[in-house]
């Protein structure tokens, strides 16, 4: 039998091409609009908001002549003296017999330092990773109340995700830093943190009652019939299968997460993205810097979706999904 002749239009390696053309049709595009703005780019300081070179300098209290008596210096006034102890990390300025007036430098030490682009990052990552595990804690819970036999539970856990699910972030970051952190004295990193965590809890929460419910009822009755109790069945039978089916999803949860971190800006966490705001109110810069920041958050996310993927692969050859 004949080969039917390929669409041009279903060919990959065209495919792929026609894509690279795009994005760069429209990124050309882009940068010719950008070029035509009135607006003065300021890329080279991009770098010193991920670190810059600190100078920490040692000055002369008074007005005289230097002399060095090994790691010190005696500044010897026409009425005073004066020793100082300088530390091995500094480089002297100065040499025996110099002059010297008061506030003149004496010795100096450069060091890189984080930028506040680093430390937004930092604290971003923090308050995620933290939000991620009380997510899971609470999530797990409202899941198996959702499943269990007992009425009050169900009734419990299914209130608690409607109201959750049903009211933006945005707004339960303030009712729980202003009420609920006010009276319990909790600080605002983790105010912020115990807000994403109960939110995306909600979520996590429906995705773990959806993959339990999938598995087959005859897992439930193999298990029953090896002499498993509910509890083994549940941790040696079901949820692994459950957390395979269940793990695209998660990940994208992480991900939301993570993106949706940035709304703690709101109660002055100092994260990435309350960084970026400083930052354009200091160098009235927003074009470089929100680029930036997207790309950092960009890169986030992307790694987690990197790793879930080499999870669900791997979870892919072990079989059961």
Partial sequence: MAKTKQNLLHNKAFGHFMAVAFYVAFGYLLFTAASNMNYIWKW??????FAYEKTQTITAPLDGIIQVRGSALVIQGRDDSKEITIDSGYSLSVKEGDSVYENDTL???TSMQMGPLLEGLIVTLEISGLAAILAFSIGALLAFMRISNYQFLKDIATVYIAVIRGTPLLVQIFIFYFIIATIFELERFLAGAV???LFFGAYIAEVLRGAIQSIDKGQYEAAKSLGMNYTQTMIY????????????TLVGEMIALVKDSSLVSVISITDLTKVGREIVANTFSPFETWLIIAAVYFAITFLLSVLGHKIEMKMKKQGGM
């Fill in 44 to 49: 080279t300081s991009v770098p010193q908001y």
């Fill in 107 to 109: 010795a100096k030490k």
């Fill in 195 to 197: 807000s994403l965590g």
């Fill in 237 to 248: 039978i079901i949820m692994p299968q459950a957390l395979k089916r269940a793990l695209p």
